[in-house]
């Protein structure tokens, strides 16, 4: 069976990816751009964009399973002509889908529930933990990390969003469901800064930006305007669902979600050089 994962250079594709690869699944990743694309071997990789439905003919082609995601962060826009995109999911023989979110249910969402398909939704409202490499430079340099605002976020492991995803992308039983993702425990940007230093031996200091300043910082790293004015409300208003933990992660893959500690360990070396 021929598993298709769009936004396959994104961090949720990406991890879905890897975590299916490592199974030996069949997987064909989709994305605009198949020539800048480092995936691991043994993936198809194949040009597709949403914003062209005829270039999604060939990529569905063949296909048995498929994850979407509703939102293009890198263009700061929901997924454009998201039925004509099902209806092509449909028409290509595609039996089951999965998709991400990270806000309330939008057109996607309708048209996959109105579709017939063996659809799963998954809603991720927390912060992904590989966001945090974005310190990694200050970090090395200067042992400071610039943040902007307290709040709290329950963040997961992309790792986690991978095996979750690609179980329901494998396995019977997830049709009609839905699954709001989190880590194991709400985390406040002063406690993602003492585990990052007991992981790295170093001594690191929290410096709080503005919001002027977290605004001029995004800018800087080419985020789109919409999603700076969605990333200063997050924080500004954080919504009670990025601290809640949720055990969606446990029960989908037997084992409790990583802890950040677990992410910094990993990534160390990225803070330390």
């Known amino acids: 069976m021929t598993i298709l994962v769009t936004g396959a250079t994104?961090?949720?594709?990406?991890?879905?990816?890897?975590?299916?690869?490592?199974?030996?699944?069949?997987?064909?990743?989709?994305?605009?751009?198949?020539?800048?694309?480092?995936?691991?071997?043994?993936?198809?990789?194949?040009?597709?964009?949403?914003?062209?439905?005829?270039?999604?003919?060939?990529?569905?082609?063949?296909?048995?399973?498929?994850?979407?995601?509703?939102?293009?962060?890198?263009?700061g826009a929901h997924m454009k002509n998201p039925e004509a995109v099902v209806a092509l999911a449909k028409a290509a023989g595609i039996e089951r889908v999965t998709s991400f979110r990270g806000e309330e249910p939008g057109a996607l969402e309708r048209a996959l529930q109105q579709s017939g398909l063996a659809w799963t939704d998954f809603f991720i409202p927390v912060e992904f933990m590989t966001n945090a490499l974005q310190w990694a430079q200050s970090v090395a340099a200067e042992g400071v990390v610039r943040a902007f605002g307290?709040?709290?976020?329950?963040?997961?492991?992309?790792?986690?969003?991978?095996?979750s995803i690609a179980n329901a992308l494998t396995a019977v039983g997830h049709a009609g469901k839905s699954y709001?993702?989190?880590?194991?425990?709400?985390?406040t940007p002063q406690d993602k800064v003492d585990a990052l230093g007991e992981t790295?031996?170093?001594?690191?200091?929290?410096i709080e930006l503005s919001e002027a300043e977290a605004r001029a910082?995004?800018?800087a790293l080419g985020t789109p305007e919409p999603f700076i004015e969605f990333l200063v409300d997050w924080?500004?208003?954080?919504?009670?669902?990025?601290?809640?933990?949720?055990?969606?992660?446990?029960?989908?893959?037997?084992?409790?979600?990583?802890?950040?500690?677990?992410?910094?360990?990993?990534?160390?070396?990225?803070?330390?050089?």
Not at 44 to 58: I, K, Q, R, Y
């Open 180 to 187: 709001t993702l989190t880590g194991p425990e709400a985390l």
């Open 200 to 206: 790295t031996g170093k001594a690191i200091r929290l």
């Open 217 to 219: 910082k995004w800018r």
């Open 235 to 273: 924080h500004v208003n954080t919504p009670e669902s990025a601290y809640q933990v949720l055990p969606a992660v446990e029960q989908l893959t037997g084992c409790l979600p990583r802890t950040f500690r677990q992410w910094a360990f990993e990534r160390a070396a990225a803070f330390r050089s």
């Open 150 to 163: 307290p709040a709290r976020s329950a963040m997961i492991h992309e790792a986690d969003i991978g095996t």
């Open 10 to 75: 994104g961090n949720v594709g990406g991890a879905i990816i890897r975590e299916l690869a490592e199974r030996g699944a069949s997987v064909r990743a989709m994305t605009r751009n198949p020539g800048s694309a480092r995936l691991p071997e043994g993936v198809e990789v194949v040009a597709g964009d949403f914003g062209d439905p005829n270039s999604l003919v060939a990529a569905f082609a063949g296909a048995k399973a498929l994850h979407l995601i509703n939102y293009d962060a890198n263009a």
